[in-house]
């Protein structure tokens, strides 16, 4: 029996592999694009070939969970995909912040200076995480990525204003959680 559109999800789970290559052959492109949406920030092809390739495993590997018909395969395999690609960018925006301090580390001399520092980079981080999470991630982006805010808002799909105040707003946050931290030190 040959793998079509009518019987591809029924021969999936009965985990023929023809059924896999229809799957890669039919929804590649898409997976390609929500997860390039995800990690094209990191500029770096390698990471999102993997995270495809992953996906596609994860379909292969969890197609006896999906229920639901052909129509819901779609939402299915671009929910796995979009989670796939968040959890590579986690992965790397780590790699990349233990990265940066292992080379601070390697350019500075003071000992002192650097348990300073990481105590307050630490400090920083959890402030940063007590923000709701759309402006953690435009947070992150701008000041620990680097990415301009109307990069940002295209990647986000809101408007360069809505990024600014949520900044804005996010900064003055952390300002006033800094002032009280510093104040019941004292």
Known sequence: MECNEKNYIKRLKSGKEDALEYVVDTYLPLVKGVTY?????????GIIDECINDVFLAVW????????????FRKWICAIAKFKAIDYYRKEIKKSEINLENER?????SV???VLALE???????????LEPISRNMFVMKY???MKSDCIASKLGVTRAS??????RGKKKLRSK?????????
């Open 37 to 45: 949406k995800v990690l094209s920030p990191l500029n770096n092809e």
């Open 105 to 109: 580390l390697i350019h500075n001399n």
């Open 144 to 146: 620990f990525l680097g």
């Open 61 to 72: 590997n969890n197609s006896q969970k999906f229920t639901g018909e052909t129509s819901d």
């Open 112 to 114: 002192e200076y650097e």
């Open 178 to 186: 800094l002032i009280n931290i510093n104040l019941e030190v004292i």
């Open 163 to 168: 990024v600014d105040n949520k900044l804005s």
């Open 120 to 130: 307050g980079r630490e400090e920083l981080l959890e402030l940063v995480n007590t």
